[in-house]
C-alpha cells in the first residue's frame, strides 16, 4: 500500500501523522511511505530522517493526497483536503464530526473511507487513540499550573514543593480518569499534597491502592470540592462525562473562597469546562484573571508540546497503521471490531450512530456499509 503523511496545516499544528520510526516500520511491512516535505520540521523530524527510514519526501500535499491508497494524518481534514481525498482512499486521522457538519459534508461527498481515531476502542472500553492526548494533557496540568502561581504570571507566589521549613502547595484534582491520574501523579512527584476528587468508588479504590497515603481520595460532592477550595493552590478540572457537557463544580461566587492568586486548570475545556468561569484561551494567550483567581484553559493543551504528543499519538495508531496497510481497510477493518468503531464515514454514508443521529444523517451500520 502507498501510505501518504502531509503537513498538517491547522493553525500551529506542528504534530504530523507518523515519525521516522513508524515509516520504517511500514517500509518493512513491504509499504511505500511518501511524507510532504517538512512535515515534521516544526518538532525536530527531519527530511533526511523520515528519508533514513525509508520514506520518500514530496513537494507537495496534492502529491501526497494524489498518490496515497492511505493518507495518516492528526487533525481533521481542513476544507482545501477534503476536496483533495477520492473514492475508495482511506483518511486515518482525528475527526471530531458530530459538532462539524461542514467537514461531514465534505467527507461524505469525497467518498472516502475515514476512520476516526476518537471513537477507536479497546477491549476495557477505554478510547485507545484518545488517552495518550489525556496523558498528555493530565502531565502538562501541573507544569502549566506550576508556572501560572508563580507571581509574575498573577498567581500567588507558591512553589509546589515547598523547601525544607515551608510547607508545600496543595493541590485538588477533580476527577481521576486518565487526565486526572497523569496530573495527581506529577503534583505527587514535585512533591505537592494531593486530593483527588471522583465520583466513581471502584476508581477511587484503584487510585488509593496504587498510591496509598501519598494520594488522599475523596467521593466528589459539590460540598467536598467547596470545602477544598480554601486551601487548595492549584485545582485541576479532568472531569468527563461521556458524550455530555462537563458539569460546572465551581460556580463564580465560590472563587471568593479561594487564596488570591490560586490557580485554575480547566482541562476538560474541550467539553464545555468545569468551571463556570472557564472560556477556553490558546497557548499564545493561556491565562486570564477572574475575581483573584489565574484561570488556565487551553482547549489543545498537547499541541504546546507537540514533539512529546507525536510520539505518544503514534505509538498508539501505528499497529492500527500496520493492520489497515497489511490487509486493506475494508479487511482490516472487520476482522478487528475496536478499529471498525472507528469508521465513521464511508463511501457517502454516515457510519457512526451518534454522528448520523447528531447532524440528522441516515446511519448506515459500519460492517453493513462495507459490503
Ligand atoms: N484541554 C485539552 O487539551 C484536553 C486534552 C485531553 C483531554 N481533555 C479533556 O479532559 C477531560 C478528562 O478526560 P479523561 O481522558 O481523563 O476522561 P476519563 O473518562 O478517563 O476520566 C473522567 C473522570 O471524571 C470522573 N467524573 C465524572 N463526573 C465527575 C464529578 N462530578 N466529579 C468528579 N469526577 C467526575 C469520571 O468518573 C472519570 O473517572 C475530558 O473532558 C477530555 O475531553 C482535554
Known sequence: MLIGIPREIKNHEYRVGLTPAGARELAANGHTVIVQRDAGAGIGLTDEMYARAGAGIVDTAEEVFRRADMVIKVKEPQPVECAMLRPGQVLFTYLHLAPDPGQTRALLASGATCIAYETVTDARGGLPLLAPMSEVAGRMSIQAGAHALEKAQGGSGVLLGGVPGVKPADVLVIGGGVVGINAARMAMGLHARVTLLDRSLDRLKYLDEIYGDRLTTLYSTHDAIEERLAGSDLIIGAVLIPGAAAPKLVARPQLKLMRPGSVLVDVAIDQGGCFETSKPTTHQDPTYE??????????????????????????????????????????????????????????????????????????????????
Open 290 to 371: 477572574v475575581d483573584g483567581i489565574v484561570h488556565y484553559c487551553v482547549a489543545n493543551m498537547p499541541g504546546g508540546v507537540a514533539r512529546t504528543s507525536t510520539f505518544a499519538l503514534t505509538n498508539a495508531t501505528l499497529p492500527f497503521a500496520v493492520q489497515l496497510a497489511n490487509k486493506g481497510a475494508r479487511q482490516a477493518l472487520l476482522d478487528d471490531a475496536h478499529l471498525l468503531n472507528g469508521l465513521n464515514v464511508h463511501d457517502g454514508k454516515v457510519t457512526y450512530k451518534a454522528v448520523a443521529e447528531v447532524l440528522g444523517y441516515d446511519y448506515a451500520p459500519a460492517a453493513r456499509a462495507l459490503g
